[in-house]
């Protein structure tokens, strides 16, 4: 292959270059006789065709919709050019084709999926014949599209696939059977150099029928295993699990079928890079088959998605011992690119039983049981029961509600006032969504807010959630109001576009909105974080971290992070009057805060007690259900005026006792 062929076709269409004599314009046409010559992208897409001499926007396939796109496959994971014999309407082509790979790049490293394929195409016409006849002495040579109108003497042609497309026949002068041992060769030999490559494609192009056969059993084996682990895939797997669950197979033993899920891969492919992620998913294959039977058989389903067909006698003794073996291996530190690398294992098990012997049921309880083991923190394994389906679909019966809910309105905002301890005065609002289903009732966040993150619908919510707050914040003069940010917001990059588009539709000065992060957040890629932060920052909103304390790594945080706040977990409130280390914990923190000049908030307090002792310690700001529970927006204002009267009432109070 030249290497200006693959630096002008590959990728995309030089057509300056390709029309150019001597290239693949008419050229191809007028001195070779190839009527159709295509340039074929990955993905099925023509993006050049040359159609007796003249390009044209024509597709490939509604040109040879037959065997043209089983050509192409074959093709693809062939050194050499392939051929085969199509027919297009009421011709048939020889048809010749390879990828374009410049002699620089080994082939064996290129997936066939991403090759550009370079197609040439010779009309079986009359005039091709009548040339063919006069030079072997051959009468009357045709073409018939069935065997009966064959003379006495014919060839049959056939595709790659052994499927029958016509004849070619002549009359053939007697004595026949000595000229037919005579013609045959050289006619057969005649055909094959039509299907060879012009000189600016490839020296030459050689087919026999050892390499069809290694062609094809090599198609086979790609059809039936994982191209990069060189596992079985789900095709050939659900074929293995189909025949362990026949009762001719099955005898004794008892079928488990285990579902794998990498913990932490896609961390792996974000950071590293998919060539990472593919060495990475490599070494977990060879880890896998190292821990099961020879009998088992180990899958690649897709992505980081692995499957176990395990054939025991002492079930399900004998799956929960693999199980525990695979999650101690894939626990095991990995070296990929020169880096260590720690992952874990998700697994779900399901054992056949006599009354439902099914594989597509035991491949779907097998699913339910690791989704309930990512549930269950990870690098661990479940069993199914028949009630995690059960709980499975009202799950699911849950989030078609919540998608609703988003569309319907269904959502309302709900604010907790922040009382300022010095001045003893309203400081801020924090915004707090709640659902109100219409038959469900109020729904608990602690069960939405997760399957909203899970299934990525917090971004909708939280966009709506913030315009809302930001919106309703107008009503209350002066009053900063926060909203919390989830880690699934975090993670996009244009939350900085949103809140800078929120708050100027809403009219709401920057200052005044507060957006509250967990120490999760900034956990896993710290550096994108700080980017976004800092570009919030900018924009001249507060951020404050929530839940302060309940991480591991607070204080380098604090430090790192443009925080303007910090607000304490409402555990150590609780545990003031129990434990003196939670009230040393507090301590700490609010002197923390003050020696960073940072406002410090407690969350949670229930008593006058607690809050008492915040403000001895010097702390800034508290909220709870001392002051009050959260509202919605009418009775907050409410709350608002009567504490602020409250407030006038008791200064004068004091003015006057003075």
Known sequence: MRPDVYEHLHDGIDLGWAVTEGNVGANIHNDLGYELVFVVAPGDKTIYALIDGVPTRADAFDVMPRGLRDLLHVAAIQPHPTTSLIKSGKDIYVVAANGIVPPSIDRARINPRELTMLVFAKRLDQKFLDDMGHDYLLNDLSISLNSENAKDAFIPLMTQNRVYLGTISWSAPRPGDQLLNFVIPP??????????????VVRNARRSSSALEASA???THLAHHDALTGLPNRILFREHLDSALSPTVLGS????VICLDLDSFKEVNDSLGHAAGDQLLQQVSQRLQACVSYNDTVARLGGDEFA???????????????SRRLIESIRTAFVVEDQTLHIGVSIGIALADATDRTADRLLKNADIALYRAKQGGRATYRIFEAQMDAELQERRALEYDLRQAVLRNELELH?????DLELHAVAAVEALVRWRHPRRGLVSPSDFIPMAEETGLIVAIGEWVLETACREALKWDRLRIAVNLSPVQLKNHELVETVRQVLQRTGLEPE???????????????DAALEILNGLKALGVKIAMDDF?????SLGYLNSFPFDKIKIDRSFIGDLSDTEK???IVKSVIGLGQSLKMVTTAEGVETSEQAAFLREQGCDQVQGFYFSKPVGAAELSAFISSWNARSILEKMHTDAAA
Not at 189 to 197: E, T, V
Not at 549 to 553: A, E, H, L, P, V
């Open 582 to 584: 939670s009230g040393a």
């Open 415 to 419: 604010y907790q006032p922040l009382i």
């Open 308 to 322: 176990v067909i395990q054939i025991g006698a002492n079930q399900p003794h004998d799956a929960e011992e693999l």
């Open 253 to 256: 033993a008892e079928v488990a």
């Open 549 to 553: 304390g309940t991480g591991y790594s």
């Open 187 to 200: 006619l057969a030999i005649a055909l094959l150099i039509l299907a060879a490559f012009s000189a600016l």
């Open 512 to 526: 005044r909105l507060e957006l509250e992060v967990t120490e999760s957040i900034l956990i896993n890629d710290t």
């Open 217 to 219: 059993s090599r198609v």
